[in-house]
């Protein structure tokens, strides 16, 4: 029995050494794995250093960076285009609208002249013009200075009234807008005048006072091609219609331009103390007095009659100095000096001059009357 035992014990204890030696053996071969993995861990953290240095110039790198900036630009280029604020919107519009009309209504320049009368304006006669104006008074200023002359004048007594007499008629030369004015004043008015295709044709011209840059600035910005201001000067008038109409008159000169070879109704008007009804009666006389001066002086030569015929070349002389028919005094003035030498007789040569010269002067009179 107890031999058994001692067996069984034996066995006990050989088993658990067995297991023991498998324990240690097991374990011991999966200490070196350890070990091992220890430094492959101190390795990865040394990769990932790596890895942490590398990917961080990526995130700095250009493919995130550059399309930030490019995103952006041609958004901002769009809002910069369509999100105008109203001022600058108006302004770009109106710079539009201008070239439109600027290539619709030709403009030309006006060539120089002497005093401008009301007379000057029959050679607009035709013509249509919109007047945008709330002073009756100076309603009646135009309507009196443009009286005779065959140009048309409509009235409208604010921008609203200018904009709807447009809706139903479009034919006009030009529009003579006051700036301030009730109801839509002259700045509006334009604008919406420049915003109509069906418009382009229609010169906007500005009647104000306001005569500093920055106002001229905003006239011009709102699509006011031309400024007049007030109160309102007969050449200034004279001259923009001229610019802008297309009449061909006088073979594209003004009256005044040929009047000044023959009669400088400028000076006349000066020895007439700028009284034009007073200048005009002088000339009637002249028609009357000395329209058949040539007749009468060619008897007086003919006849041999030269003292008579110095003393009327001497009133012809004071006459045309009056008036301000200069080439007719000064062949009268070079005629009497000829008829101190009857010899010659060079004074029958002015004479013929003379004939002429006074037929052109009487042309250009009757003109101007």
Known sequence: MFNEFQQEIIITVAVVVAILVVYFIFKRSSTPQIPSEKPEKHDIPEVAAQEKVTVAPEIKEEPQAKPLPEIPL?????????????????????????????????????????????????????????????NIINQK????????????????????????????????????????????????????????????????????????????????????????????RMESLYKVIYAY?????????????????????????????????????????????????????GELLRSNNLQDADAYLLDIIGVTENIGAHPLGEIASNMKLALSDPHEQSYFILFDQYKIQLERLKQDIREYL
Do not use: W
Not at 192 to 211: C, M, Q, W
Not at 253 to 275: A, Y
């Open 74 to 134: 041609p958004v901002k280029e769009e809002r910069d285009f369509e999100g105008i604020t109203p001022a600058h919107e108006d302004t770009f519009k109106d710079v539009t609208s201008r070239r439109k009309s600027d290539k619709t209504i030709p403009k030309r320049s006006v060539p120089e002249h002497g005093k401008i009368t009301k007379q000057n304006f029959s050679e607009f006669a035709g013509e249509r013009i919109l007047v945008a104006e709330d």
């Open 141 to 232: 200023v135009l309507l009196g200075l443009l009286a005779g002359s065959g140009i048309e004048l409509i009235m409208a007594n604010d921008g609203q009234e200018a904009l709807d007499i447009l809706e139903n008629d479009t034919n006009f030369l030009m529009i003579l807008m006051d700036a301030h004015m009730p109801r839509v004043d002259g700045f509006e008015a334009t604008r919406i005048i420049r915003e109509n295709p069906k418009y382009d044709h229609i010169l906007v011209v500005a009647l104000s006072g306001d005569t500093a840059s920055d106002d001229i600035q905003k006239m011009k910005s709102a699509g006011m091609a031309e400024q007049l201001e007030k109160p309102l």
């Open 245 to 297: 109409s297309g009449k061909e008159t006088q073979k594209d000169e003004s009256i005044e331009v040929n009047l000044r070879k023959n009669l400088d109704v400028e000076k006349g008007l000066q020895t007439c103390g700028e009284d034009e009804n007073f200048y005009r009666e002088i000339l009637a006389e002249f028609m009357l007095d000395y329209a058949n001066s040539s007749d009468k002086l």
